[in-house]
């Protein structure tokens, strides 16, 4: 917890106005992360551009949303749920005086800040907000606590991709909450589109076998993500879907398949010309739409690499 008493101090010492801001197309443990984080150091929270369509329907079952970031002047900017200037949606970062960094994504890029904290091994940034809050002594309200507890059981996948250190965490943000109620409004309903979206990615998906492995591979114009993840959920290892219209992939693998999507994602990114990161399940890529095939060969074979260093 040393990391953490020294992040609580960084914040503390935080002078003038700050600004909280997620990643671009933020997920509901960024959203929450910025929501919670700046009402605990008197920060204004904000998005660089309008959040995930899962992440909005969680905060308005709470009554919340976030406001996107319209360029207004902040001495300090506070990044929570990521480090890499590539994925701010083209917010300048050095126009502020200081930046702190909260994130526990795989990057290939990350930038400089005054000060980092960064914990790979946590399944959400909403765990280590959590922490930081409590070294802060800031009280939590129930709602508040709701959200982060449902920021952590997005990012994990429900517990798929939980360790210990997250079940315990996520106890503490349960506690005296109606933990099948957060379940409830966790997971809305998806939006018609959406479902369609993935129904015709996963019916044309590709399937290459690699010996006792299962690779799927769609080619998507949106829902990336929840492509990838469908066919993860159907039976596969490791799901690409591919955006080469706009230039962006995820990568979604199976809880205890070799390897670490999002440094599968970070090569996938560079052979974009563009960047790449993620979970150790979850993680995505964007680039040169013209590079698109080049990075599907580069995670495809990075996938491949990992599968044949595990003896199969």
């Known amino acids: ?10 914040l503390t010492a935080l002078q003038g106005s700050t600004l909280v801001l997620t990643h671009a197309t933020a997920d509901l443990d960024a959203c929450a992360c910025a929501l919670v984080l700046a009402r605990a150091i008197n920060a204004e929270a904000r998005t660089p551009d309008r959040p995930t369509g899962s992440a909005r329907r969680v905060l308005e079952n709470y009554s919340r949303g976030i406001l996107e970031y319209g360029g207004e ?9 990521v480090s890499n200037a590539d994925l701010l949606g083209g917010v300048d970062p050095h126009k502020f005086k200081k930046i702190i960094a909260i994130d526990h994504h795989y990057h290939n890029n990350h930038l400089k800040a005054d000060y980092s904290h960064i914990e790979h091994e946590r399944a959400s940034c909403a765990e280590i907000v959590f922490d930081a809050c409590n070294a802060l002594g800031a009280r939590l309200s129930p709602t508040e606590r709701a959200l982060l507890l449902s ?52 019916a044309a ?6 010996g006792r492995f299962t690779i799927g591979i769609a080619a998507v114009k949106a829902f990336e993500l929840q492509s990838a993840a ?7 290892d490791y799901a690409l879907a591919v955006d080469e219209e ?16 999002g440094k599968i994602m970070e090569k996938a990114g560079k052979a974009f010309g563009g960047s790449g990161g993620g979970h150790e399940c979850a993680a995505g890529s964007h680039g040169q739409p013209k590079k698109t095939q080049k990075a599907l060969e580069t995670a495809k074979k990075e996938i491949m690499l990992l599968l044949g260093n595990n003896n199969l």
């Open 205 to 210: 998906a590709e399937l290459v076998r690699y």
């Open 151 to 202: 920021a952590v059981l997005h990012d994990s996948a429900f517990f798929k991709s939980a360790n210990s250190q997250t079940l315990r965490t996520a106890a503490q943000m349960a506690d005296g909450l109606d933990y099948a109620a957060v379940v409830a409004k966790a997971t809305p309903n998806g939006e018609y589109g959406e479902i369609k979206a993935v129904q015709k990615a996963v």
């Open 246 to 261: 706009h230039g962006k992939m995820s990568c979604v693998k199976r809880v205890g398949a070799p390897g670490t999507a």
């Open 230 to 236: 469908a066919l993860v959920e159907m039976g596969c």
């Open 1 to 10: 917890m040393k990391g953490i008493a020294r992040l609580a101090r960084e």
């Open 73 to 81: 002047k902040y001495d300090n900017l506070v990044l929570v749920d």
